[in-house]
Nanobody, 122 residues
Framework: QVQLTESGGGSVQAGGSLRLTCTRV????????MAWFRQRPGQDREFVAA????????EYADSVKGRFTISRDRSKDTIILQMNSMLPEDTAVYYC???????????????WGRGTQVTVSS
């Protein structure tokens, strides 16, 4: 069991940046992976990025490569999603997720935060 809380969402102009933070509170001790997904109204959740808790394995969706960076802040036990050069297509609710291994499949993650809204205007 892992409790997740997202923060840092908001509104930004196209080309701007936002920094999302996922606070991870472990209820059990286990090897795990963290991921960011996003969802627009009427659409399925879309994979954004994932990182192993050790930070040694990282994956990005093609749509965000070169623009977004996922990282772990070991001192605060949080996962960061730095979003640069943002596009209107990035507008969505962003969710932090926890699973046992890095993957881009949403069904592989069993713990989810409540989400934070990100809006990018043109």
């Amino acid at each position: 069991q892992v409790q997740l809380t997202e923060s840092g969402g908001g509104s930004v102009q196209a080309g701007g940046s936002l920094r999302l933070t996922c606070t991870r509170v472990e209820q059990t001790f286990t090897t795990s992976a963290m991921a960011w997904f996003r969802q627009r109204p009427g659409q399925d959740r879309e994979f954004v990025a994932a990182i192993s808790w050790s930070g040694e394995t990282i994956e990005y969706a093609d749509s965000v490569k070169g623009r977004f960076t996922i990282s772990r802040d070991r001192s605060k036990d949080t996962i960061i999603l730095q979003m640069n050069s943002m596009l209107p297509e990035d507008t969505a609710v962003y969710y932090c997720a926890h699973g046992v291994a890095v993957t881009n499949m949403d069904f592989s993650y069993h713990d989810w935060g409540r989400g934070t809204q990100v809006t990018v205007s043109s």
